[in-house]
């Protein structure tokens, strides 16, 4: 059956670094776009970061942009998010999802969603 599994999260400091994966199984991965959103305590999910199947085109949150970096790796139907000088505001449950060729930036869109996994920052 289809399977998104996230690891990698826990606590950091403030200005550390994290990579999260999202592990696939289940479906023809090079066929999905891999989406990773985030949902703090009192606060709606948003979409931080997305990779398309095809061309592996990228999409960033502004939030984000300049210190997380998406990729993939279709051999080992995996997604990774490196999450460089990470702030207190980063601290959320991340989770992967699937859409099916291209990325979007609203979850709506997306047909499957891991467990995800928890990201603290915190000094």
């Known amino acids: 059956q289809v399977q998104l599994v996230e690891s990698g999260g826990g606590l950091v400091q403030p200005g550390g670094s994290l990579r999260l994966s999202c592990a696939a199984s289940?479906?023809?991965?090079?066929?999905?776009?891999i989406g990773w959103f985030r949902q703090a305590p009192g606060k709606e999910r948003e979409g931080i970061a997305c990779?398309?199947?095809?061309?592996?085109?990228?999409y960033y949150v502004d939030s984000v942009k300049g210190r997380f970096t998406i990729s993939r790796d279709n051999a080992k139907n995996t997604v990774y998010l490196q999450m460089n000088s990470l702030k207190p505001e980063d601290t959320a449950g991340y989770v992967c999802?699937?859409?099916?060729?291209?990325?979007?930036?609203?979850?709506?869109?997306?047909?499957?969603w891991g467990q995800g996994t928890q990201v603290t920052v915190s000094s």
């Open positions: 990779i398309s199947s095809r061309d592996g085109s990228t």
């Open positions: 999802a699937r859409r099916l060729f291209r990325c979007s930036p609203q979850g709506s869109e997306y047909g499957y």
């Open positions: 289940g479906f023809t991965f090079a066929n999905y776009a």
